[in-house]
């Protein structure tokens, strides 16, 4: 690797992709610190942050970010899917403060319903598009969406969803841990993305069909 190479940001790596595949269990040393570094928290006054999440509350998605910033983005939604997921209008004091008083979750009661999980994103995606504020996605995870439903219909959510995602030039990273799946279900999503990160023993090697 090239010195210029190494000094240069992960952000500054993938500043040409729209989408990127970040493959790595919750378990993987350097998983967080990505995932941060991704939604830009060094620039939360000019950042739409959006998060849709099938494994974490959203006040757990709120604590990822206030490790990494105090910082409360510009503006900041959440999907929220299933049950497993607590409301933020329910929680009290903590990591949701940093919300306000307007929080804006919104959830999906079933984890195999993609037309309304498709529904919700775009309707943040849609309420930002007037503003000159960048917007980034956190889809925790690609792993537990495959849980529910086959590769062949989330290929075709992920193909629509990461069009709209350019679109409207946003950066989505979206996990996935490689462990849980075969290598023609890891392929196959990698075909859709802009760039892939995969992280072994906290180093990062990137992938990428944009330069």
Not at 6 to 29: C, G, M, P
Not at 73 to 84: C, E, T, Y
Not at 150 to 170: C, K, P, Q, S, W
Not at 178 to 192: C, F, K, R, W
């Amino acid at each position: 690797m090239s010195e210029t190479l190494q000094k240069r940001t992960l952000t500054e790596r993938l500043a040409e992709a729209n989408s990127t595949l970040l493959l790595a269990s919750s378990f993987t040393e350097g998983t967080e610190e990505r995932c941060a570094e991704m939604l830009h928290p060094g620039m939360a006054n000019e950042s739409n942050v959006l998060w849709v999440s099938y494994t974490k509350s959203p006040d757990q998605q709120l604590r990822r970010w206030q490790a990494h910033s105090s910082d409360r983005p510009a503006n900041m939604g959440m999907v929220s899917i299933d049950d497993s997921t607590r409301s933020v209008a329910a929680e009290s004091g903590g990591a949701s403060d940093l919300m306000g008083p307007n929080k804006p979750v919104e959830t999906v009661s079933s984890p195999n319903d993609l037309t309304g999980l498709g529904i919700r994103i775009t309707e943040f995606l849609t309420d930002w598009e007037e503003n000159d504020n960048r917007t980034v996605v956190c889809f925790d995870s690609l792993t537990a969406l495959l849980q529910y439903v086959e590769l062949e219909t989330a290929y075709e959510f992920l193909h629509i969803l990461t069009g709209r995602m350019a679109a409207v030039d946003a950066f989505a990273h979206f996990h996935m841990d490689p462990e849980a799946h075969d290598e023609q279900t890891i392929e196959s999503i990698t075909t859709l993305m802009d760039a892939t990160v995969a992280l072994e023993d906290g180093e990062e090697k990137i992938r990428s069909r944009k330069p």
